[in-house]
């Protein structure tokens, strides 16, 4: 980032973010098609499931039906689904929580086939975020790969070795909603430049903090 000054930490990862990072507080988001819900029903066993949204955003329940989640935020959705399981169970007590969402999404740029937004669905790593942007280019700089990540708002980065990683001398790295993948990108690179010119061999990720000048 333009203007940043650079703090190494002892890390050799990026630490994950809070959930407040990655994600809006329950009460304001609002539930989008493919998002998976797990949802509880006190003393209704058979009702409990996992279940995800269907393209136009309905989800359909034992009792209750189809409904339209789709816009509705977790607190009126299960509003909704205890006006409908009232007509079988008296005073039905509902939880509804988000588990996985398509509206959390990782960019990656840089020297790869395809670059853009591409949503997270369940676990996601830097070499599967990779390759939802169709692999690195042929003439990618697999030893520059950079991550950026907030973390109770602080700006953080770190530095990877692909090549390292395919080769396993360290573990492929969680990504997360909302992280910035930057292949070979020359501008990213130079956030490094002073301490790859101290360690050019980089046999461990390097993890810094960036404090804006």
Partial sequence: ??????????????????????VRSSREYRIAPFDQLKISVFGVDELNQTI??????????????????????????????????????????????????????????????????????????????????????DVANL?????FRTINGQDMAALYNLEAIRRGTYPDPDIYASDVIAVGDSSSRRLFRDILQASPLLVTPIVVLLQRL
């Fill in 1 to 22: 980032m333009p203007g940043s000054h650079l703090v190494v930490t002892k890390d050799t990862d990026l630490p994950a973010p809070s959930g407040g990072d990655i």
């Fill in 52 to 137: 995800r949204a269907d393209s136009g955003g309905n989800i359909s329940l034992p009792l209750a039906g189809t409904i339209k989640s789709a816009g509705l935020t977790l607190e009126e959705f299960s509003a909704l689904l205890r006006t409908r399981l009232a007509q079988y169970i008296r005073t039905p007590q509902v939880a509804v929580n988000l588990e996985e969402t398509t509206s959390q999404s990782v960019t990656v740029y840089g020297q790869v086939q395809q670059p853009g937004q591409f949503p997270i669905m369940g676990k996601m790593t830097l070499l599967r975020a990779i390759a939802l942007a169709k692999g690195a280019s």
């Fill in 143 to 147: 030893e520059e790969v950079v991550v």
